[in-house]
Structures are given as C-alpha cells and as structure tokens.
C-alpha cells in the first residue's frame, strides 16, 4: 500500500488543522492506520491509530482530547483532526499502516512521507 499525507501547514497555538492520509490498492479496510510525528532533534512518537473498521481508537496521552483520529474506508482515506494546536505539536506527521490488527505497540508496515505541521505562539 502507499501512503500519500497533506493536510500540514502553518498555524496559531490554539487552531486547528485536518490532516488527510490517501491509501492506494483495494484493500484498505485490511489495514489498521496510525499517526505519528517527528520534532526536530526527537525521535518518532506515536501520535494516533484506529483499527480496521475504526471503531477501536487509541491516542498517545499528549493529544488525548484534541487529536481525533477518523476514517473512510469507501475513500481509502484516514484522517487527523488536531484542535486546540499547541507550539510542542509541531513536526513532521507520517501516516503508516499495518495489514491486519494493531500491534501493541503500535508497529506499522507501511509509511508515507510525512507532512509540516508547524504551530505558532
């Protein structure tokens, strides 16, 4: 499968962005999708992930409460609605999928380039 993440951009502490994730081929709903980021001089952090069909949703304790992850098997798209933007949520967002269920610990097969989510003070 591949990815193709937009959505990213510049905002205001306390804004908002949507950030879309395409997937290609048939089979999207077989895969379970996450979110995750890359600040500058970090490593990778999970951010969000939904299973399959999304109904299970799970949120790194950083974004809980204003990162809603979402998505629409019948448009191969999976979706991150970020409110009440902070300065600390900005880096690079990568979306990612895992043919089957969701790991514990959240490990993915496939990734997308990412895309520039910078949040202002």
């Known amino acids: 499968v591949q990815l193709q993440a937009s959505g990213g951009g510049l905002v205001q502490a306390g804004g908002s962005l949507r950030l879309s994730c395409a997937a290609s081929?048939?089979?999207?709903?077989?895969?379970?999708m996450g979110w995750f980021r890359q600040a500058p001089g970090k490593e990778r952090e999970f951010v969000a992930a939904?299973?399959?069909?999304?109904?299970?949703?799970y949120y790194a304790d950083s974004v809980k409460g204003r990162f809603t992850i979402s998505r629409d098997n019948a448009k191969n798209t999976v979706y991150l609605q970020m409110n009440s933007l902070k300065p600390e949520d900005t880096a690079v967002y990568y979306c990612?999928?895992?043919?089957?269920?969701?790991?514990?610990?959240?490990?993915?097969?496939?990734w997308g380039k990412g895309t520039q989510v910078t949040v202002s003070s």
């Open positions: 990612a999928a895992r043919y089957g269920n969701l790991r514990k610990d959240y490990g993915m097969d496939y």
């Open positions: 081929g048939r089979t999207f709903s077989s895969y379970a």
């Open positions: 939904n299973s399959r069909s999304g109904g299970g949703t």
